[in-house]
């Protein structure tokens, strides 16, 4: 398989020509996106979100790609552009070699390939519309199935997400969440996609209809031969369900690599954190604990975004390149890649015996949960360094 990382660039690496043979299905090259905001007075100064800055990625065939980071880095902005609702202002998405455009992919033919699902169902069910009717809407707008063909293929599509063909008589308040979830999928799935977005997915669903949907998204995977572009904040639905990971920090890639790879390791400080705050798993190293708030996408620190709560910045004696550069995308072992200047030694954590140490403070501990959310404070390990990691 070719390496990922051909031709890597400042902010990621350049996808490959549209008249070079590829077997990827989408191809995001230096993506950006800017908001602008303020007063509506010509007179006043307007602040600017960078929401995206700079992303690239690539997504085989039958491939699934995860996207993590905390709230506000800009995942559901490259979602956006990537389902053709927002334009990029620079940069370039390319859907089997064409351009994507603000209407989705340029060729005809080629729109309804890439579907999106989101984590609120409501969002694309019309609640005065009966299911079987919601599902018929793109299939009729984009072919030409009528009549008991139509009907046929809504049952289908139906049963392929696990509901009876009479759910198409019913409105989707008398479904449950996890049902009105598959009825998405269904709808997600009726003009055979090649990619489907999933932001979100299953963040709304219980814990038990979670399983289920992430289970049905892989049979769905397997049989329908779809990729995935995957949204998550929860760190065990992305190791479930993604072959490759991207972490996200402030609208910039902080690392990208095959999942297994990624979780076994991390070659930036930031994922680091990421995973010990997700994971009750003991290690022979102290717990590594993300403090303090996300930076404005407004005004971005200088240099690497992330030095302001980097434990390995701290750790190095706060080197001033974190602060005057920006470290680009570098593959640090085959096809992974680590937007930090000192990958290699983030890629080596201090031992527990190296920093021999006391318990872990009630404030570290919540400061662990706050990185992905409640229930996750037992990530830190019952043995604190004696030099804190935080910051
Ligand atoms: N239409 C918009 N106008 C102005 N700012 C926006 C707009 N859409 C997104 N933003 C800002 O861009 C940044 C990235 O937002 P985005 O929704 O992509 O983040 P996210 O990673 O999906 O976050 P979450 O995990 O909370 O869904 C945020 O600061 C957000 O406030
Ligand atoms: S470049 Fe410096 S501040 Fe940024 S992640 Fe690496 S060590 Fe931390
Ligand atoms: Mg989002």
């Known amino acids: 398989m070719k390496s990922r990382f051909a031709g890597l660039r400042e902010n990621g690496w350049s996808a490959p020509p549209p008249d070079q043979p590829s077997d990827d299905l989408l191809a995001v090259r230096d993506i950006f996106k800017y908001f602008s905001f303020g007063p509506s007075v010509p007179w006043a100064k307007k602040r600017t979100i960078r ?25 559901t902005t490259t979602a956006r552009m990537i389902l053709g609702l927002l334009a990029p202002d620079a940069g370039e998405i390319r859907f089997l070699g064409s351009e994507i455009g603000r209407r989705g992919p340029a060729k005809r033919r080629d729109r309804g390939r890439i579907q999106a699902v989101f984590q609120d169902p409501w969002s694309s069910l019309d609640p005065r519309m ?20 139509l009907r046929d293929r809504i049952a289908g599509l139906l049963d392929a997400v696990g509901l009876g063909p009479g759910a198409a008589r019913n409105y989707p308040h008398e479904f449950s969440g996890g049902q009105r979830q598959r009825i998405a999928i269904a709808r997600a799935l009726s003009l055979n996609p090649d990619l489907i977005v999933l932001d979100e997915p299953v963040s709304a669903l219980d814990v038990s209809i979670r399983a289920q949907i992430m289970n049905l998204l892989k049979d769905l995977q397997q049989e ?20 490759s990971v991207g972490v996200m920090y402030l609208g910039k890639l902080a690392e990208l690599a095959p999942t297994t790879d990624l979780f076994a390791r991390p070659a930036h400080p930031y994922t680091l954190a990421l995973i010990d705050a997700a994971s009750a798993e003991v290690r022979d190293r102290p717990p590594i604990v993300l403090s303090g708030d996300i930076p404005s996408p407004a005004d971005p ?22 602060r005057t550069e920006q470290p680009p995308m570098t593959e640090v072992l085959p096809n992974h890649a680590s937007a930090c200047h000192f990958a290699s030694d983030a890629m080596h954590p201090p031992t527990r015996a190296a920093v021999a140490g006391t318990s872990p403070s009630a404030a570290t501990r919540a400061a662990a949960a706050s990185v992905v959310g409640p229930g996750t404070a037992g990530a830190v390990m019952p043995v604190a360094p004696s030099r804190p990691l935080r910051i």
């Open 51 to 75: 929401a995206v800055d700079g992303v690239s990625f690539r997504i085989a065939q039958q491939e699934t790609l995860g996207l993590v980071g905390e709230s506000g880095c800009g995942k």
């Open 130 to 149: 009966r299911v079987g009717d919601a599902i018929a809407e793109p299939l009729v707008v984009n072919t030409r199935l009528r009549g008991q063909q």
């Open 224 to 243: 329908m031969r779809l990729s995935y572009l995957l949204i998550a904040h929860d760190l065990a639905t992305v190791r479930y369900l993604t072959d």
């Open 301 to 322: 620190p200088s240099g690497c975004r992330f030095h302001t709560r980097c434990w390995l910045y701290e750790q190095l004696g706060r080197p001033k390149i974190c």
